[in-house]
């Protein structure tokens, strides 16, 4: 088994077309794992499908995403076990299940406050381009390096600034966040609560955004990784 893929669910009424998506679309040897979250939380949940993961690499993947052709094969191609990877991002229109052309996202950072942004994208053609961090709905990693680097650390508790996170386990481990430009993920965006198919659990967002401050804020390997990314957006400020 080559790839494990992780689905964790809440009410989610693409869950269904993201799985069909992925069979049509998969050209490597893959099982995918999903669960209606009843409680656990979405990291709580990751976790434990990944506990049942049987393959080299697993894939966390949001219940509402459509892939590019032969997506995993691709990402596995070109992985590398110091890697977190990721796809070229494009926005879903869910209702005709197809990919909006632009925006086309590559490239994130988080700024001084620990807040996931979108970067100015890369000029170079490099098909594997280092990021400072991932937006979260759509990630591969080793078996290995996902318990290794605790990737979904529970403390943090049940979901929120797990973007953040990826890219602060993946570098203080001796890792790197990428994206693939040669394949692609579409994601369905949900911009007010109302448009999320359960209640959003705000509290939680906070205390994971402010636990992840709390620790690194002050963290000398913060200021490398930063440095590393030539001090992108409001971290230019930084005296």
């Not at 005709?96 to 490239?107: A, E, V």
């Amino acid at each position: 088994m080559n790839l494990s893929i992780l689905i964790p669910s809440r009410n989610e009424p693409y869950l269904q077309k993201t799985i069909d998506d992925i069979f049509e679309h998969s050209e490597a040897d893959i099982e995918v794992l999903f669960e209606e979250d009843n409680g656990l939380g979405q990291r709580g949940l990751t976790n434990k499908l990944a506990h049942k993961a049987k393959g080299t690499y697993v894939m966390k993947v949001d219940a509402h995403c459509s892939f590019g052709q032969g997506f995993d094969r691709i990402l596995l191609e070109d992985m590398q076990d110091d890697m977190i990877v990721a796809p070229t991002l494009l926005a879903l229109d869910a209702e005709q299940w197809k990919p909006k052309p632009k925006p086309i996202s590559s490239s994130y950072y988080f700024d001084r406050d620990f807040v996931f942004q979108y970067n100015r994208e890369a000029e170079n053609l490099e098909p594997l381009n280092e990021t400072m961090c991932l937006q979260g709905s759509a990630w591969m990693v080793s078996r290995e390096n996902y318990w290794k680097w605790n990737v979904c650390d529970e403390s943090y508790g049940s979901w929120g600034s797990q973007a953040v996170e990826l890219g602060i386990q993946a570098f203080i481990n001796g890792g790197r966040c990428v994206t693939n430009k040669k394949t692609y993920y579409a994601h369905l965006f949900r911009e007010t609560d109302a448009d999320f198919p359960y209640e959003r659990d705000h509290p939680q967002m906070r205390k994971a955004h402010n636990l992840i401050k709390e620790r690194f804020e002050n963290d000398p390997r913060i200021d490398m990784l930063v440095e590393k990314f030539d001090k992108p957006g409001n971290w230019k400020n930084m005296v």
